[in-house]
């Protein structure tokens, strides 16, 4: 018979097992993923933490606000005499070799005055 049953039993129908597998594998997939980030995370904290307690030995304090940096009293006299030493140390560092000044001859001889020379002209 053409159109008759088919000599070929139906399949059997899929296990339970093969139905769950693909959820099984996405679990799994899950966990690594779980794991990992985990792991990420425990480090980030690890490493705010060191970052923070150095920063606090230089006096500067991270926290939600934002960053604070506390400043050390400074006397006035003590910035002025450390502003004036810093000055002082530049200028003696310091040479011009080709400055001539206009007013003091620095080659030691006595200079003629304006006045005098203008007189005598």
Known sequence: MAW???SKPPPPPPST???IL???ILFFFLAIAAVIGYHIYCAANEITNA???KLEGNRIVCSRDGVKVS???VEDETYVDRTQ???VKAWNLSSFPAYRSRFFKTDGSKSKSRKSSV???
């Open 71 to 73: 400043v050390t009293h």
């Open 51 to 53: 970052a923070g307690k």
């Open 4 to 6: 008759g049953a088919s």
């Open 22 to 24: 693909p959820l099984l």
């Open 119 to 121: 007189a005598s002209r």
């Open 17 to 19: 097992l093969v139905k």
């Open 85 to 87: 030493s810093i000055l």
